[in-house]
């Protein structure tokens, strides 16, 4: 978010010595991740605007005497439905004490949920519109992958459970289809609801947009989506504000001290894992990006657990899963804390990314979050007939059952046998944790689990999840759980002797050694697959 010089517009005079009431123009632009890294050097490093800065920036605009109103201009947005809907509560709350306008060069569905938190929605005659709802679109590999000589085993627990249905399957399943467009019906309720509240019309009316077949602002204009259509040279003009004003928004934001207490932020992004956080460089879909290590996330837990200050700790997930060891180790050091754990659930908060959650105090979702996928799977490559194709011959010494993970060839009756009675145990030990965490009968659990994904809203509905918010949301319970006051601080953990510099070369030494299975040794998995992307 950049701050640029703002505009006058009258010639009123203001206390302080401001004689014109003055705006200022906020880029918005990037994927804006919740908060900046733990660590100094690493967020040092990081060039991506957070969340976590917007917010105070917001909160020095709303408490700025001298300031009449906020252009906000929406450059390359890229961030996720649940992050704009994050971005619309941070620009709802300025535009309950500031005028705030929304500069809109591209109006899409996911630059509308953030921008309906301001009070006018303007774009230029040129803008380009596509409203045509949510989609996704998966690419089956299954068909490609035994042309070339190559199969996939997929055992899951249960029938919606589709993370690795991409490998062994040609085509998408019906129930697959049916969670995936139930999710995606939720989403557009959501939108719906987000941009009826900000246009003064019923969910209906703004629902009806999305077929409306709208392809220009002044449509857009004529159906009541935006308030003026205008450039932005419209919209500004040229002006100064007072130096003292400057200085106040470029200095960093200063939280209260934490003499009362402080609440811990400890983030789990990406997929789970045994061992220390690493990010993996895998150019794949699935397997690629940040991994959270059951190792790293456990160590932060624990140093918030014992610092005196610290009353209670916000879990941020953002992930569909992975490994169901390292999702059970995660849950158990949540289960067993004293101190409370809200749980604040992102883009993704699915499978084992659910696991960790099930007994937080409280879970905060996004209407838009993608949770649930409460289910087990395992599987593995099968090789045999690209070995024949192309003289690979695999030797065998041993006991069969200790190389019954080998690709060289599919399992056994018997093994199959034995993998599927170790994920229904997991998926006993799963639904168990979900019930007792959520105060759900098993068979009730088991109903909304069978692998099937949930919208945040859906959840809610449900009882998997206890209220629609974002981090600030989370926050806020946090301190209201440990009696603590509004104001109280947050601090980012990351373990003891977990410095920036030596992850830093741990990364570039696993790069040359890392493999498409990001797993190691283990097999049994409560993990979604993560590249649902709405557009």
Not at 114 to 141: H, I, K, M, R
Not at 224 to 233: M, N, P, Q, S
Not at 262 to 267: D, I, L, N, S, T
Request: charged share 25%.
């Amino acid at each position: 978010m950049n701050l640029k010089l703002p505009f006058l517009k009258t010639d009123d005079t203001l206390p302080g010595g401001v004689t014109r009431p003055t705006w200022v123009i906020l880029d918005l632009s990037g994927p804006y991740p919740e908060r900046q890294p733990g660590s100094p050097v690493a967020a040092l490093l990081n060039r991506t605007e957070s969340l976590e800065a917007l917010a105070a920036r917001v909160q020095k605009l709303r408490g700025a005497g001298w300031l009449h109103g906020v252009l906000v201009r929406f450059g390359e947005f890229t961030a996720a439905p649940a992050t704009a809907h994050a971005v619309r509560g941070i620009l709802a709350d300025l535009a309950a004490e500031k005028r705030v306008v929304a500069y809109l060069p591209q109006l899409t569905m996911t630059t509308l949920i953030a921008a309906s938190g301001a009070g006018e929605l303007v774009a230029p005659e040129s803008a380009e519109v596509n409203l045509g709802g949510f989609g996704v679109e998966s690419t089956f590999l299954g068909e490609f992958l035994k042309k070339r000589g190559i199969e996939f085993e997929n055992l899951r627990v249960r029938e919606y459970k589709a993370a690795l249905t991409r490998f062994s399957q040609d085509h998408m399943d019906d129930h697959n289809r049916e969670q995936l467009q139930a999710y995606l019906d939720g989403l557009e309720a959501a939108w719906a609801s987000d941009l009826a509240a900000a246009r003064g019309v019923s969910p209906e009316v703004a629902a009806s947009w999305i077929s409306a077949d709208l392809t220009s602002a002044q449509a857009a204009l004529a159906a009541g989506v935006i308030t003026k259509v205008a450039y932005e040279d419209e919209l500004v003009g040229p002006g100064s504000r007072p130096f003292e004003a400057v200085l106040d928004l470029l200095t960093p934001h200063r939280p209260a001290k934490a003499k009362v207490g402080r609440v811990a932020v400890v983030p789990l992004v990406g997929t789970i894992i045994t061992g220390k956080s690493r990010t993996n460089p895998v150019p794949l879909p699935l397997l690629g990006g940040p991994m959270a290590g059951s190792d790293t996330v456990v160590a932060a837990l624990r140093r918030a657990k014992e610092d005196r200050a610290t009353k209670a700790i916000v879990l941020y997930v953002n992930s569909g899963g992975g490994s169901a060891l390292a999702s059970d180790l995660i849950w158990r050091e949540v289960a067993r804390s004293e101190k409370p754990v809200v749980v604040v659930m992102g883009e993704y908060a699915a499978s084992g990314g659910y696991y960790v959650s099930t007994h937080a105090k409280k879970i905060v979702a996004s209407p838009y979050t993608l949770t649930g996928s409460i289910g087990v799977v395992s599987g593995k490559p099968v090789l045999t007939e690209f070995n024949r194709r192309h003289g690979l011959n695999p030797e065998r010494v041993g006991r069969d059952r200790a190389l019954m993970y080998s690709a060289a060839r599919p399992y056994t009756d018997e093994e199959r046998d034995h993998v599927e009675k170790g994920i229904l145990e997991v998926y006993d030990r799963f639904t168990t944790r979900v019930a007792e965490g959520r105060g759900l009968s098993k068979e009730r659990v088991n109903e909304l689990g069978r692998g099937r994904i949930w919208s945040g809203q859906d959840a809610l509905d449900r009882g998997l999840v206890d209220e629609l918010g974002d981090l600030r949301t989370g926050l806020e319970r946090a301190r209201e759980l440990a009696g603590l006051p509004s104001d109280a601080p947050a601090w980012n953990v990351t373990p003891k002797n977990h410095g920036p510099l030596p992850q830093f070369a741990q990364e570039a030494a696993q790069a040359a050694s890392v493999t498409v299975w990001p797993f190691g040794g283990e097999r049994v998995l409560t993990w979604f697959d993560q590249d649902v992307r709405v557009r």
